[in-house]
């Protein structure tokens, strides 16, 4: 296969580096096409984990290490696995996280292993936004992408014709600190805006919008950040 340049209308995506491909191999092996090495790759006990699984599970490899450079564009990634891309849905009655129209790559990857880290494996997102297939997403994410549920919407209206979860959304506006609540109900989902504009005024009428209180000396925490504590004080 002639593999290019990433590109978000392909069917394909690419994990750089060790981490996200020992992931996706353990979570999503039928989705691997190919695993690629370079010839300065290191023999490790990772690294044979790494090519372990891909035999037993019948991946081709092989080693091209003018495509690696090529395709990741950097000079320290000395494997990668090639994999198709999928859809999921959302798991009914579990916790969601819902992002508005994310915007930043680096983001997006902190947010779902920050989530995943708290045991929220459901994320929805809003159209316009990132493409979570990104292999900036996945390196960011440590590949902890594969163990999260990723399903995209147009709307957040869409969302919630879908699943019944009971809604936070964390605004600057809000009235109620996230560390003054005292009842968190389940199955919930928490709502968090663009980086930049956070979420409309409407979302003050939806469930119960939070703050999360912080000292004067900063405007507003940075979105991945919000999340992160968020996940932290619900899974508490």
């Given at each position: 296969m002639n593999y290019k340049t990433y590109n978000k209308e392909d069917g394909y995506s690419y994990t750089f580096g060790a981490f996200p491909t020992y992931e996706i191999l353990t979570q999503k092996?039928?989705?691997v096409i190919e695993i690629i090495t370079h010839e300065k790759l290191e023999k490790s006990s990772d690294i044979d984990k790494i090519l372990s699984i891909a035999n037993k599970n019948g991946i081709k490899i092989s080693t091209n290490g003018k495509l690696l450079e090529k395709l990741s564009k950097k000079g320290n990634i000395y494997i990668m696995a090639?994999?198709?891309?999928?859809?999921?849905?959302?798991?009914n009655n579990q916790n969601h996280i819902l992002l508005n129209n994310p915007s930043d790559m680096g983001n997006l990857g902190t947010i779902i292993r920050g989530m995943l880290g708290f045991g929220y494996e459901n994320l929805a997102l809003i159209t316009p936004c990132i493409d979570h297939?990104?292999?900036?997403?996945?390196?960011?994410?440590?590949?902890?992408?594969?163990?999260?549920n990723i399903e995209t919407f147009s709307s957040v209206e869409e969302y919630l014709n879908k699943y019944n979860n009971y809604?936070?959304?964390?605004?600057?506006?809000?009235?109620?600190n996230l560390q003054d609540l005292k009842e968190k109900k389940n199955p919930h989902t928490l709502i968090f805006g663009n980086e930049a504009t956070g979420l409309p005024d409407r979302f003050l009428d939806m469930g119960t919008p939070l703050l999360i209180k912080?000292?004067?000396?900063?405007?507003s925490f940075n979105l991945s950040v919000s999340v992160t504590i968020a996940c932290y004080e619900f899974s508490k």
């Open positions: 092996p039928q989705n090639v994999f198709r891309k999928y859809k999921d849905t959302l798991q297939f990104d292999p900036r997403v996945i390196r960011a994410s440590m590949g902890s992408i594969f163990s999260v809604t936070y959304p964390f605004m600057l506006k809000a009235s109620t912080q000292s004067p000396k900063i405007d």
